[in-house]
RNA sequence: GGUCCCAUCGUCUAGUGGCCUAGGACACAGCCCUUUCAAGGCUGCGGCGCGGGUUCGAACCCCGCUGGGACCGCCA
């Protein structure tokens, strides 16, 4: 009991974009584990690019991870004992063990730079948390198009150290115990060993998540769509939609269960259970995550969903009080796949105008008096409630031998703008009498 | 070109030698429900890449082939 190393992981992005859906991947099954273990995720800042790192990037990276709901126990806002937690801010680290492995002569100079010396017969094979052992033969080292072996550059002549260098450093100076990262690190894995083994340091456990594709199966990228976190957020994706989303992706629980909140994936999720080949993003199946979860939402949290996009669309929330708002989302069932589209869906509750602006007909004089007899009687029915209206409506329909669909689409257009919608009596009782009154009263009908 | 990894329905996956005439989910199609569209219910379509072994028995183990991916920067 208790004797087991402490868990601690990293997510180590470069602050040069937004945080990227397989960034968010990467992060996203650290801080499970992390979780699931009862261990400590850290957020470690890779600033070593000068010419590409900004601080306005590391910030939008930071909010990305606060939106998808990943809060780290270190980094460089909230510190640690294992500080500084940018790269930047570690130069003399990687400079005093570069330099002590030049007096071991390890490593030499060339100009500025720093460089690893590498030498043949090293084993470089390793064992793979989720890819199981990895066979590396001795000259997988070799410069492209040549046999020779190539050193590894430590630090740069800029003085910054290169990423398979500071990389070890940090990890091995933060505690790190587990090194989870995507699969396109499984090659830089035989060179930073190699510094681990010339450092004299312990190895951590390696673990390598299968990539995220785009439909042709080429490594997702800007080329596919939206790849930032931020983008899905402005479509009307919940965090709670994109992170179950993007748990399933790679990795499955052993059942069938795919819908599940933050809390069962913590609970849920298994490092071995990673799978090990690379995934195709399906857009389909985050549509239906999300809207699995929309219909999951108790309604004042839907509502708060809904109304920033409601918002978007200039429309006055603040004429209506939430409770009501709410209730009528609830009215809107399954429909729509993002909180976007259910906004869209959905305007004419909170306002007549866009229904005038969609719905303008012209009715014959014929027509008229026959829509007026039925909307007037419907109008007339004792107690507003949906099925009182109902009832109103097949009773006229029935004495008059005609079909119920061609008033009930009358009145959908009138109240809603819209060939589609909720059961229209229902969207009636909930616009309340007056309201149904206005609109029908604009259109003539009554 | 070199090194490494991977291979079950279109997609995400379950499956670790017999429970598999391969299960689930998305998507797609049809039906039911119905004032519309969703939702929901039911049904259907669709897969172990190929070839050799091993075994009484292979989706599962071994080999080869083919296919796909990643990496080969003083980028991370």
């Known amino acids: 009991m208790g004797t087991e190393r402490e868990i601690r992981v990293r997510f180590a992005p470069s602050p040069t ?5 397989g960034g968010g991947h990467t992060a996203l099954f650290n801080w499970l584990w992390a979780r699931h273990k009862g261990g400590r995720f850290v957020l470690r800042i890779e600033d070593t690019d000068r010419e590409r790192s900004t601080q306005a990037y590391e910030e939008t990276i930071m909010s990305g991870m606060r939106w998808l709901g990943l809060d780290w126990d270190e980094g460089p806002d909230v510190g640690g004992v294992y500080g500084p ?22 490593a030499y100079r060339e100009g500025e730079a720093i460089i690893f010396r590498v030498l043949p017969g090293e084993d470089l094979s390793f064992d793979d948390v989720v890819y199981g052992r990895i ?17 590894i550059v430590l630090i740069k002549s800029d003085g910054m150290p290169t990423y398979n260098y500071a990389v070890v450093v940090d990890d091995h100076l933060m ?26 340091w312990e190895l951590p456990a390696f673990a390598h998540l299968p990539m995220i594709l785009g439909k042709d199966k080429k490594k997702l990228s800007k080329r596919h769509g939206a790849t930032s976190v931020y983008e899905f957020r402005d479509m009307g994706y ?14 499955s629980p052993g059942d069938d269960r795919e819908i599940f ?16 080949k690379p995934s195709v993003f399906d857009p389909d199946k985050l549509n239906f995550i999300n809207q ?6 108790d309604p004042m949290t839907r509502l708060e969903m809904v109304r920033p996009f409601w918002q978007e669309l200039g429309l006055p929330i603040a004429s209506h009080d939430d409770a009501w708002l709410a209730d009528a989302l609830t009215l809107m069932g399954g429909r729509g796949k993002t909180a976007k589209e259910l906004a869209g869906f959905s305007d004419y509750f909170v306002s007549f105008e866009p229904v005038k602006a969609r719905y303008t007909p012209e009715f014959s004089e014929e027509e008229k008096a026959d829509l007026k007899d039925f909307f007037t009687k419907l109008l007339a029915v004792p107690d507003w409630t949906d099925s009182a209206l109902e009832a109103q409506a097949r009773e006229w329909v029935a004495q008059r031998g005609v079909k119920m669909k061609d008033y009930a689409m009358t009145l959908r257009f009138a109240l809603t703008g819209m060939k589609v919608s909720p059961g229209i009596f229902e969207v009636a009782q909930h616009l309340g009498r007056d309201e149904t009154r206005r609109r029908l009263a604009h259109y003539g009908l009554i």
């Not at 699995?292 to 939402?297: G, S």
């Open 17 to 21: 974009g937004a945080l990227h859906i």
């Open 175 to 200: 505690n790190i115990s587990h090194v989870i990262r995507g699969e396109d690190h499984i090659s830089n894995t035989p060179k930073q060993i190699l510094l681990y083994h010339a450092l004299g």
């Open 238 to 251: 919940m965090p709670d939609s994109v992170f179950n989303f993007l748990a399933i992706l790679g990795w």
């Open 85 to 106: 937690y940018r790269q930047s801010e570690r130069l003399n680290l990687y400079r005093e063990n570069a330099e002590r492995l030049v007096r071991e002569d390890k």
């Open 261 to 276: 909140s933050r809390a069962e994936a913590v609970e849920l999720f298994e490092l071995s259970r990673v799978v090990r």
């Open 292 to 297: 699995e979860h929309l219909k999951r939402l």
């Open 135 to 151: 066979e590396v033969a001795s000259d997988g080292l070799r410069e492209k198009g040549s046999d020779e072996l190539k050193d």
